[in-house]
């Protein structure tokens, strides 16, 4: 399996040690305040985060290399901010006006988005999936009609599963190849002849999987997640909200 | 003398629905510290009686009893006192790491953590893999997921452990691996029952061997009294003379 941006790494760090509940607490009430701050706090936040990222020993370029892809759909959001708001025309593109007003909205938005996406890497990468479902565990307890266990048992099933169906779906690429079926230009045929296979391998795993867990005794009474402080939650707790303060404000 | 019953089964049958397969008939005993061999060809009714054993099916007459009681009516003690290893172990591993995996189990029985980390612990470093705690199993080796499966069903102590082909799409170092560890666990006087078509790999251990073929089975015996009728029920004869080591 590759390792990527979003991939946990350990690293020792402040950030690491801390407790997932106040980093989930951190990662929810940043993303809401980053959605109402302007540039100039946004821009700071990006360099603070940059600062955590490095910190955590991945490197930039790379990184923002690996988020090539996510580029591409800001600059779609962007296109279309400037295409659509109304307001004082910049140059005309093919009887389209782009507007100043547009551009600025625009970007301020595409630059909100890109902020969340770098919180959602500091947290991912500093945090081990198993924790990450422990974490929803205990904030889906309170919340009356949801099965907090069930969801933290699906979660960990889908930080299981997902990669051994995406390496499936590979395999059997490779298998119509070997066959030369990359010679076939229809993308619907091409499809479903690999969907078909793996929605099939896919459901006898999933019946085998049933077996394996009610073979272990699976059930929604299990024990308890456990959880590791390392003491600095209440400090950073408080550094966030003042955070989220200064974003929400300005 | 005390009863050294664990499991009995009692004109054990069950079909599959909409076919003709499955076991039929079935009457036998295992008791403690036995290490049976069940041997016979694919579709010969091994995998369905080792589902029956946990509880996994439901019989369409007759009775699995453990320790006496009817598993069908006490499926989580009968999964307790039996723990099934897979064939493919990959199905068999939900943790995101080893250390979650072999969690699982005794999470699932709601124990104490305290009790829960002793017995992961324990299981981790009876099989081997405790240096291995903190990594995520799809980046183990085939044999090391095996070991890992088996370690998931150690964690839950059970009396008997019931081993669907182990050794099956396993490597020579893989399958040296797994066989170290079930000779250390039968050394220690753990109950097993292993199917297996291979059975040259285990059979120097095995105080009994029962051949099934149509879902019935046909022979029950030590060992070395029934060599000479495996070709007669599709199952190779281990290779030189006798029953010998396989390393």
């Known amino acids: 399996m590759g390792v990527n941006a979003f991939t946990y790494t350990p690293s020792g760090s402040y950030v690491e040690k801390a407790d997932v509940r106040c980093k989930l607490f951190a990662l929810s009430l940043l993303s809401i305040s980053t959605l109402k701050a302007g540039f100039f706090p946004l821009i700071m936040m990006i360099g603070l985060l ?12 790379r990184l923002l290399m690996e988020l090539k892809y996510f ?103 490779d298998a119509h190849k070997a066959r030369c079926a990359d010679l076939e230009k229809n993308p619907v045929k091409k499809a479903v002849r690999l969907a078909v296979p793996l929605l099939k391998k896919t459901f006898l795993s999933a019946d085998q999987l049933a077996a394996a867990m009610a073979s272990r005794s699976y059930s929604q009474q299990r024990t308890d997640p456990e959880f590791y402080p390392s003491g600095n939650e209440g400090l950073i707790c408080v550094a966030v909200i003042f955070l989220s303060a200064l974003l929400f404000l300005f | 003398m005390p009863d ?87 199905m068999q591993i939900v943790g995101e790491t080893v250390y979650d995996d072999t969690a699982f189990g005794p999470e699932n029985l709601k124990l104490p953590r305290k009790e829960i980390h002793h017995r992961v612990d324990r299981a981790l470093k009876k099989i081997g893999l405790f240096h291995l705690k903190d990594r995520n199993p799809s980046t183990l080796s085939g044999g090391e997921k095996r070991r890992l499966a088996l370690a998931g069903v150690l964690s839950m102590t059970p009396e008997v452990i019931v081993f669907d082909e182990p050794f099956a799409n396993l490597d020579y170092p893989g399958s040296l691996e797994l066989l170290s560890c079930i000779r250390d666990l039968h050394a220690s006087g753990q109950t097993m029952i292993i199917a297996i078509h291979d059975i040259e790999k285990v059979i120097s251990f095995a105080t009994r061997m029962i051949i099934m073929d149509n879902g019935k089975i046909v022979h029950d015996n030590i060992p070395g009294a029934l060599l000479d009728k495996l070709t007669c029920y599709g199952i190779r004869q281990p290779a030189g003379k006798g029953i010998v080591p396989w390393v």
Not at chain 1, 50 to 61: A, C, M, N, P, V
Not at chain 1, 117 to 132: D, H
Not at chain 2, 63 to 70: A, S, T
Not at chain 2, 76 to 85: H, I, L, P
């Open chain 1, 50 to 61: 940059f600062l955590i990222i490095r910190g955590e020993g991945k490197r930039s370029g």
């Open chain 1, 71 to 173: 580029f591409i759909l800001l600059f779609f959001v962007l296109g279309a901010r400037a295409l659509t708001t109304p307001g004082d025309p910049l140059f005309v593109l093919f009887n389209l006006e782009v507007s100043i007003q547009g551009l600025k909205h625009g970007g301020l938005i595409c630059t909100r988005f890109f902020t969340i996406m770098l919180m959602g890497i500091v947290f991912a990468s500093t945090t081990k999936p198993s924790l990450v479902k422990s974490g929803v565990e205990w904030f889906l307890k309170p919340v009356p009609f949801i099965p907090e266990k069930q969801a933290a048992v699906m979660i960990m099933l889908f930080l299981r599963f997902m990669p051994l169906i995406l390496e499936q779906a590979k395999i059997i690429k």
């Open chain 2, 4 to 90: 050294t019953r664990i499991i009995e089964t009692k004109d054990l049958t069950c079909i599959y629905d909409g076919s003709r397969s499955g076991v039929f008939n079935i009457n036998l005993c295992v008791s403690k510290g036995e290490f049976i061999i069940v041997a016979g060809k694919n579709g010969s009714g091994k995998t369905t009686l080792f589902r029956l054993f946990n509880a996994l099916l439901t019989p369409s007459s007759g009775k699995v009893l453990i320790h006496g009681k009817n598993s069908v009516k006490h499926p989580v003690f009968a999964r307790r006192t039996t723990g099934m290893v897979f064939q493919d172990a990959d």
